[in-house]
């Protein structure tokens, strides 16, 4: 059985647990995720499973959408509410103006520092591990992309003022850490108080299952309902369905020629593009090599054979 499973997980359960909790209800041992979710997030973690595994390494670049809930009043050293608080005010005043004006600066383009409670890598061990070891270690900045921020709700005249909005950024974004900047940026102290990722890829939380309804599909026998094609996976890539005679050559791992089809003339050396067949099966993913005066010649980067 193969194909992405989208799963909500639950708070509490960390990316391994619900990996194993699936495993465990499906008798399946080839499952994975394809990027760790935080335990106290809830939402969308798409899993591969079986021969859609091979697709893992094309769905981590992918862009993510996230609702989020800020406080206003302390921050701590995990930069979410189950950390140690480090900094606290006992008086908040915000205004709504100043809110908009620096939220609109942390869209595009901006610089993190992920917080050492994060699963950062630093000479091959987790900042999280050498954080809860008391090891002191500097972590490298970097560049991520806000695609959109945009504010829904503003409860700035309670104790705790808290911002409620919607996300949507680049792969290796920290909303803890634009929670904490944010708050920096207008001067008070601040932490991410709650997360749902929504989106990751082309996988939205409307189309997800909770642990609870994938126990009653498999009890049920109808898990593979479930299941969406690997071709889901690498939709972002141009689309090339080739005839039933081209199928031996992707099969044999060989070489192809594809013409210039609509939305192909941009494609750069370097870029990929998907394969399948006539009823829509994932083939292969293909690299492109060279343009030529009568197509593009490209090379098989993955074959997937059923």
């Known amino acids: ?31 994975g995720h ?18 859609a595994t091979r697709v893992a390494e094309y769905m981590l670049d992918q862009s993510k959408a996230y609702h989020a809930e800020m ?4 921050a701590t050293n995990t930069q979410d509410s189950s950390g140690t608080v480090t900094e606290r005010v006992d008086r908040v005043v915000l205004n709504e103006e100043d809110i908009r004006r620096v939220f609109a600066r942390f869209t595009g383009t901006i610089v993190q520092t992920p917080p050492a409670f994060s699963a950062v890598k630093i000479q091959g061990k987790r900042a999280y591990d050498l954080a809860r070891q008391g090891v002191d270690v500097e972590i490298p900045q970097r560049q991520v992309t806000i695609h959109s921020l945009q504010i829904e709700k503003m409860d700035l005249e309670r104790e705790d ?13 920290y909303v803890r850490t634009l929670c904490h900047d944010i708050g920096r940026a207008l001067g008070v102290p601040a932490h991410m108080s709650q997360l749902i990722r929504t989106r990751s890829g082309p996988y939205r939380l409307e189309d997800s299952y909770t642990l609870e309804e994938i126990d009653v599909a498999c009890a049920e026998g109808r898990f593979a309902e479930l299941l969406l094609s690997a071709s889901t996976a690498v939709s972002y890539m141009p ?13 044999n791992g060989m070489p192809l020629r594809v013409p210039y089809l609509k939305g192909f003339e941009g ?15 994932l083939l292969a993913v293909y690299r492109i090599v060279a343009h030529t005066n009568h197509g593009i010649d ?3 980067e993955k074959v997937f054979r059923e």
């Open 1 to 31: 059985m193969n194909g992405i499973l989208v799963v909500n997980k639950p708070s509490g359960f960390t990316s391994h647990q619900v990996v194993a909790a699936v495993r465990r209800l499906t008798g399946i041992k080839k499952v």
């Open 34 to 51: 394809t990027g760790t979710l935080d335990p106290e997030v809830r939402g969308v973690l798409p899993l591969c499973i079986g021969s």
């Open 71 to 74: 406080t206003f009043g302390f």
């Open 161 to 173: 003022p808290k911002i409620v909005f919607t996300v949507e950024c680049s792969k290796g974004t």
């Open 239 to 251: 689309l090339y369905r080739i005839k039933k005679s081209q199928e031996h050559r992707v099969a």
């Open 267 to 281: 494609l750069q050396i370097g870029e990929r593009i998907r394969v399948e067949d006539d009823s829509a099966r």
């Open 298 to 300: 490209t090379k098989p």
